[in-house]
């Protein structure tokens, strides 16, 4: 069951986009500099440990299934914090999620910025799992809230949605301006993190906390509230 947002709506799609922008930002990292594997697209991971038949493929199975463990383990924090503190406090519950991947992140970036864990070799395994795992806490928790074409990873669905319920294809034309804020969102994250790799990948995981920090601080010091039965159905 979707669990109403403590915000107003218009304050809660902007917090999840901002969630994906992160998304954007830490895949860049990932993708590009920690050996070509998602830390929150599993989709594509799994994807990689298919085509890791193919001893050329330059793919690692070890960071592909690395990954996957640290994202799932993130997940299952998420749920059982979601499944804990939801229901009776839904601010309490967001805000201690985001600010637990913000932590995560801000870890990483420190662990990174000191060498106690690098981009390259096999201290790689540990940053992969550690981003995996904050991203995993952030899917689950967004799972719960519930809020439609707000995934923060997945564009698959959204960009579909998009397509299929468009007035081209006969359909309503339903929440366009938020499909199209969420595709923006994660290529803007990904084209940032990409030009900030040219200069420090630990830059940009340094962004992406800073961002799930905002978050994080939004739903814990903004004074929430129980959306009404509109708003609600507007918001999910």
Known sequence: MAVPSPLSRRLTVAALLTLTAVTGLVDAVSYLRLGHVFVANMTGNVVFLGFTADPHSGLSLAAS????????????????????????????????????????????????????????????????A????????????????????????????????????????GGPGARPHRRLGSIAAMLAGAAAGAAILQWSPTAVIALATVLAAAVGGVFTFVPGFRVSGGEAAAAS
């Open 65 to 128: 299934l690395t990954a996957i463990g640290g994202f799932v383990v993130g997940a299952l924090a998420g749920g059982r914090a979601a499944h804990t503190l939801a229901a009776a406090k839904p601010g309490r519950w967001l805000s201690i999620a985001f600010t637990a991947e913000a932590v995560i992140l801000g870890a990483v970036a420190v662990l990174t910025a000191t060498t106690v864990l690098s981009y390259a070799g096999n201290s790689r395994y540990a940053t992969i």
């Open 130 to 169: 550690l981003l995996a795992g904050a991203l995993g806490v952030q899917n689950s928790t967004v799972r719960h809230l519930g809020a439609a074409d707000l995934t923060t990873t997945v564009l698959t669905l959204t960009l579909t949605g998009l397509a299929a319920d468009s007035a081209p294809a």
